[in-house]
Each structure stands twice: as C-alpha cells, then as structure tokens.
C-alpha cells in the first residue's frame, strides 16, 4: 500500500464543485490530526483545512466556508469537499498528518485542481 493516495482532482469551471479523497497507511492516519494542503505555481505549500481523530476541524481563512474536510477513521481516509471554486484555488492539493515538521514529511503525488475563470 501506498503511503498516501490524492484522487479526484481534475478541470472544473469557477462555482463548480470538486471532492477530493485521500487513503493513507495506518501509520500516517491513526491517531493523528490530518490536512490538506495545496501548492498553487510558484508559491508554498499552505494547509487549508486539517480535522483532529475526534473530527475538530479548522480552515483556512481563504476557503473557510466553501470547504468541508472529514475523516472515516475506520477506513483511514480524509475527504475534502470543495465548492464555490475559485480560479485562485488551482493547484496541486495533498493530504498528510498535521507535524510541526511537515516540510520533512514523505509526501504523495497529489491531486491537480485547475479552475477556470
């Protein structure tokens, strides 16, 4: 099994919806708060949504509202629900634990959103 997993990515037009999945390996899910982050070109990796195991959630500011991120613990997934899209949240989104080290974690391919204007 694959450590980490990003599907569901894809081209949809600005006010479209799109539903990211994410399947991740026992060691990187359980018991760990989990993210979502995004890195549009040219720019840095940014988390903009993470849940804790109990299901706590938090945004970021730029998607608060549009974005609903949730966890099947049994399955050792993470979903991000996207709607509203705006042209600006085209990039390639990830998903991993939540780690003050992040930038040194192993990280999946990704998942490409582009929206159009």
């Known amino acids: 099994q694959e450590p980490l997993v990003e599907s569901g990515g894809g081209l949809v037009q600005a006010g479209g919806s799109l539903r990211l999945s994410c399947a991740a390996s026992?060691?990187?899910?359980?018991?760990?708060?989990m993210g979502w982050y995004r890195q549009a070109p040219g720019k840095q990796r940014e988390l903009v949504a993470r849940?804790?195991?109990?299901?706590?959630?938090y945004y970021a500011d730029s998607v608060n509202g549009r974005f609903t991120i949730s966890r099947d613990n049994a399955k050792n997934t993470v979903d991000l629900q996207m709607n509203s899209l705006k042209p600006e949240d085209t990039a390639v989104y990830y998903c991993?634990?939540?780690?003050?080290?992040?930038?040194?974690?192993?990280w999946g391919q990704g998942t490409q959103v582009t929206v159009s204007s």
């Open positions: 026992g060691s990187i899910f359980m018991n760990n708060a």
């Open positions: 991993n634990r939540i780690s003050p080290s992040w930038r040194l974690l192993f």
């Open positions: 849940i804790t195991p109990g299901g706590r959630t």
